[in-house]
């Protein structure tokens, strides 16, 4: 047998073995890593499609989704206009589903959750800051008389300890106070010295602001959003009657925002909601 040959097999004697240990975890390490590359991707993926999912953009003629149970999602505008003396109001039909839902459970402005009160006429005020402003106002009422009693119902409740009572002197030289009882917007007291005069009752108040409204429409067959709240807005825009405008079979949100830099200071919000 050659030399070469002899030393090249006494090697792998010796070391043969940590050759193929070596090589067993080289293959085992590269299966893990291209096992984790694989996993990586479809991570990567699966997030990018969510992000699609939550982010909100003008598609009129896009493609609608399907949600199935309870999912927070968004389509995209379908329409859009303003409208005011100055075009001050800013109004969006964004398309949440591309069929009816059973609700909508939460409505969300750049991934904010959002409060919604009832403005009395089937829409929402959005009551969450900075989409709703607050300031302090004053405010004078005055009370009514009965003997000594002067007792007044408030247009407004007042902030605690806001509250003031006077009653002007006969004479017009000088005026009396006195601390009266609140209860929530119930103002009563008694006058110390009755002089005839009115009694004005002076307090504070907090005025809430909302600047956006919100209006959920779960994509009924029936649904007609032209009619209901577009067609008041932009008679020249909206044919009512029409398919085209009534929006029907999609689940959607009707958002108007009213103009103002401290509520929008990032300009229109990306708009979501979680529906069932």
């Known amino acids: 047998m050659p030399q070469a040959v002899v030393a090249v097999a006494a090697w792998w004697a010796a070391y043969g073995s940590y050759v193929v240990i070596a090589l067993t975890a080289y293959t085992a390490y590269s299966a893990n890593q291209k096992r984790r590359r694989m996993e990586r991707q479809a991570r990567d993926a699966y997030n990018a499609g969510l992000q699609d999912r939550l982010n909100m953009v003008s598609s009129p003629d896009g493609a609608r989704s399907r949600v199935y149970g309870e999912v927070r999602n968004v389509d995209g505008v379908i329409f859009k206009a303003a409208h005011g003396a100055n075009s001050e109001f800013y109004t969006l039909v964004v398309a949440i589903a591309g069929h009816e839902c059973q609700s909508i459970e939460k409505v969300y402005f750049n991934d904010q959750e959002l409060t919604l009160g009832s403005d009395g006429a089937g829409g ?14 004053s405010a004078q009422e005055q009370m009514a008389m009965a003997g000594t009693a002067a007792s007044v119902t408030l247009d407004h409740t007042p902030i605690a300890g806001s509250v003031t009572c006077v009653q002007t002197s006969n004479d017009d030289t000088g005026t009396y106070s006195f601390t009266p009882t609140v209860d929530g917007t119930s103002v009563t007291g008694t006058v110390p010295i009755p002089t005839g005069q009115p009694v004005i009752c002076s307090y504070q108040y907090t005025l809430a602001q909302p600047k956006a409204r919100v209006w959920k ?26 398919n085209d405008d009534r929006f029907a079979g999609i689940c959607c949100l009707v958002v108007e925002l009213e103009y103002d830099q401290d509520a929008f200071p990032l300009g229109v919000p990306n708009v979501t909601a979680l529906v069932r």
């Open 124 to 137: 929402f005020w959005v009551q969450t800051e900075p989409y709703q402003l607050s300031s302090i106002v």
């Open 217 to 242: 429409y779960l994509g009924t067959a029936g649904q007609d959003i032209g009619s209901d709240l577009l067609a008041s807005r932009f008679p020249a825009l909206i044919n009512t009657g029409t």
